[in-house]
């Protein structure tokens, strides 16, 4: 037999070149990298998805943003006073000095009590918000001032500017005005309500200490009457040196004293008088003389002038006239009666000193008992102290606190018409312009972010669940079966005004790209398989090319020369016989297995490339036993000796379990897939489905390839489609 092309192909002597290594398992172990081409490819092929989760995401945003309600927020500044001047004098200052700046806590403490309870009320008072139709409706007064308080509440926004002492209030409202006016009010009533309030609450104080000063003073003087009504009762009248009684006492103690020396000395001088007095022997005028305490007195003094006279004399006397002499007896008698009256001067004397040691000890008895009688008043007075220091502890706490409260009372009385506001109003809140939600701008980021995220997620997520097959890879990664080639579809390589018949533009455009994916797909038919002269085209699933497949194949292979036939062998779908012009009563497949028509009457010859079809002319009930049978192995047995190819367009394998047994009768069957459309699990059940003792399977082959597209789902040689296109121009 002469060389045909499939013989060219296979080489010199009709062998087939060395095999390709067998193509891994779906899922097997590869590459663990991260292939960014990969990645890229899926977003590629996932554009189309990306784009309308985005624009869906974006117009999501402008309608959301186009509905949203239109919001206005108004802002007022306020400041707090960092230095608050003392006007009038207080109790521990006389002179103005300034506070001390406040700290982080007052301000926060401030910033609370701006939306405090009175301040809201007072707020929504003075702008009638409990009065408002939309919360009047259906509502008590009561309700509807609660409704007002919950709306300010959830709309009102306080916060310290920063850390300065600059407090910002924001409104939110649907109303501008609104919006400027709840916020101005809020400013208003911190600043001037609040100095408002301060001077009420001092007039208020100063009027409450005015009333209890007068209980006070009341207090004090009562208490200070019960401690001199005290001191009187119980005689606990006292000076700067104590009380009467130990002034007393103590005056008691100098006398006693000084009673006791005279007592003593009077004593003392009244003995030794007696002692003289005795020592002189019997009293007599001459001894009585000799008392010491008779030498101060003047008539004892003149008497002993006179008795040393008149013993002068008597002396004389005596001398002279002698002791009977009369002039003797009279000075002796007159010296007597001077010596009587010695004596006599000298017992009055003693008796003086008797009566003056006898008043001494009687007033030293005197004053012994006034001082028991002082020291006993004394104990009562002690013991009635107790009551006495209490009574003055309570007139000194009310005296103290009475003098308190006055103080406090100067203090305030000074104060008032000084008050000065904790806060002034620093910037007022202006009537918003611009409203401050929907927020275009952001609004139409976020909706890009979220389109963009979800797109890309919705990409990989259908990538994940995409079942279908796209590039060689694909078949022989996943599905562990040879990859023979790309069949393109016509609109994505043939121009515009070409005729949309794929058979017909594979004659008349010979050159173009896709008549060169069948050349492509008998070479590697030729280069997969040994000896195969009869070539079956089947697939999983309908519709995905097979019977135009086999039609371009067969005219190929008979356009380069071969000795071709084309078996109808799809019963039921008849896409071959379809193919031919119709021609009422013609034989065909069924009545040569029948032996009723012989081959060459029932082929029909292609003019173009001379390819023979063996067309089905009609179904039959015993059809299916035909196909599979004994016959259809002595029509192919036959069709061998005329023919250097056969070529037998089956049904597909799911759906038509005869097609199974029709495989098993070619050298070769080719599973064709429709690009991104059959699932790649069909074609696994089809392919698991087949006797594989029997059937030779040389591989699959991707049909109805958008070749434009092709190169963004994968790096094989279809990647490169863009680069040598003008092959085939």
């Known amino acids: 037999m002469d060389t045909t092309a499939i013989d060219f192909y296979r080489g010199v002597g009709g062998e087939l070149p060395a095999r390709l290594p067998e193509p891994r398992a779906a899922g097997g172990g590869g590459n663990d990298r991260i292939d960014l081409r990969f990645l890229l490819g899926i977003f590629r092929r996932r554009l189309g998805l990306f784009t ?4 869906g995401s974006v117009a999501l945003g402008a309608l959301v943003t186009a ?34 700046l406040p700290n982080d806590s007052y301000v926060d403490t401030q910033v609370a009590l701006v939306t405090s309870a009175d301040n809201m009320n007072a707020v929504i008072d003075r702008l009638g918000l409990a009065r408002d139709p939309r919360f009047t409706a259906g509502a008590t007064p009561q309700q509807a001032r609660l409704a007002a308080i919950e709306y300010v ?44 309030a301060k001077r009420g609450e001092a007039h208020q104080t100063s009027a409450l200490i005015a009333g209890r000063l007068d209980q006070l003073r009341s207090q004090a003087l009562a208490d200070s009457a019960a401690v001199d009504n005290y001191r009187f009762a119980h005689n606990l009248l006292s000076t700067n040196q104590g009380t009467l009684t130990e002034q007393e006492i103590s005056s008691y103690n100098q006398e006693l004293a000084q009673a006791r020396a005279e007592a003593a000395e009077d004593a003392a001088r009244l003995d030794a008088a007696r002692r003289q007095l005795a020592g002189s022997g019997n009293g007599s005028g001459v001894g009585g003389g000799s008392v010491g305490e008779t030498v101060a007195s003047p008539a004892i003094a003149a008497l002993r002038g006179q008795q040393a006279t008149a013993a002068g004399e008597l002396a004389a006397l005596q001398a002279r006239y002698g002791a009977l002499h009369p002039d003797v007896i009279k000075a002796r008698a007159t010296l ?25 000890q009687q007033r030293l008895a005197s004053l012994s008992g006034s001082l028991d009688q002082s020291r006993g008043a004394l104990a009562v007075s002690n013991s009635a102290k107790a009551g006495l220091q209490d ?24 104060r008032e018409g000084t008050e000065q506001a904790d806060a002034q109003m620093l910037h007022p809140a202006s009537v918003p312009i611009l409203p401050d939600s929907p927020h275009v701008l952001i609004n139409l980021i976020l909706s890009l972010a979220l389109g963009v995220g979800v797109g890309i997620a919705a990409a990989f997520l259908a990538e994940l669940n995409y079942t279908g097959v796209t590039t060689g890879d694909d078949i022989e990664e996943r599905l562990g079966v040879r990859y023979l080639g790309t069949i393109p579809s016509l609109q994505s390589v043939m121009p515009r005004n070409s005729d949309r018949n794929p058979a017909a533009e594979l004659i008349n455009n010979p050159r173009s790209a896709f008549a060169e994916a069948f050349r492509s797909l008998r070479a590697s038919i030729a280069m997969n398989t040994t000896n195969a002269r009869v ?8 519709d995905e090319g097979k019977t135009t497949t086999s039609i371009c194949l067969a005219r190929s292979m008979a356009a380069s020369g071969d000795r071709v036939l084309l078996i109808d062998c799809d019963l039921r779908r008849q896409g071959v016989s379809r193919f031919l012009p119709t021609q009422e009563g013609r034989p065909g497949l069924l009545e040569v297995l029948r032996s009723t028509a012989s081959l060459e009457d029932t082929l029909v010859i292609d003019p173009a490339t001379g390819l023979s079809i063996l067309p089905v ?17 002595r029509l192919l047995e036959n069709a061998r000796q005329h023919f250097d190819a056969i070529i037998i367009d089956t049904a597909p394998v799911l759906p038509i379990a005869d097609t199974r047994l029709v495989l098993g009768k070619a050298d070769a069957s080719v599973f064709v897939v429709r690009w991104r459309k059959t699932p790649d699990n069909a074609l696994r059940s089809a392919l698991r489905l087949l006797p594989g003792n029997r ?22 040689e279809d990647a490169f489609y863009q680069s040598y296109r003008q092959y085939y121009s």
């Open 535 to 542: 070539i079956a085209i089947t697939s999983a699933l309908p």
């Open 695 to 716: 059937v030779q399977l040389a591989g699959v082959a991707l049909t109805r390839v958008d070749m434009r597209k092709q190169a963004r789902f994968g790096y094989g």
């Open 391 to 414: 009574l003055e502890k309570r007139a000194e706490t009310s005296n103290g606190l009475y003098e308190s409260y006055l103080n406090r009372y100067k203090e305030l009385s000074a």
């Open 617 to 633: 002319a009609a179904d039959s009930a015993d059809a299916h036993e035909l196909l599979t049978g004994d016959e259809m192995d």
């Open 52 to 55: 309308g989760v985005l624009c």
């Open 336 to 360: 007597k009666a001077l010596d009587d009256q010695v004596s006599a001067e000298t017992h009055r004397v003693i008796a003086g000193l008797e009566a003056k040691a006898h008043a001494s």
């Open 153 to 196: 509440r959830k709309h009102i926004n306080v916060q310290r500017i920063g850390s300065t002492f600059g407090v910002g209030i924001a409104f939110e409202s649907r109303n501008a005005n609104e919006a400027a006016n709840v916020a101005n009010a809020f400013a208003e009533q911190f600043t001037r309500g609040a100095l408002d």
């Open 67 to 100: 509905v949203q309600p239109r919001t206005y927020v108004a802002h007022a500044d306020v400041t707090l006073n960092s230095r608050v001047e003392t006007i009038a004098p207080t109790s521990t200052n006389d002179r103005t000095v300034d506070q001390p």
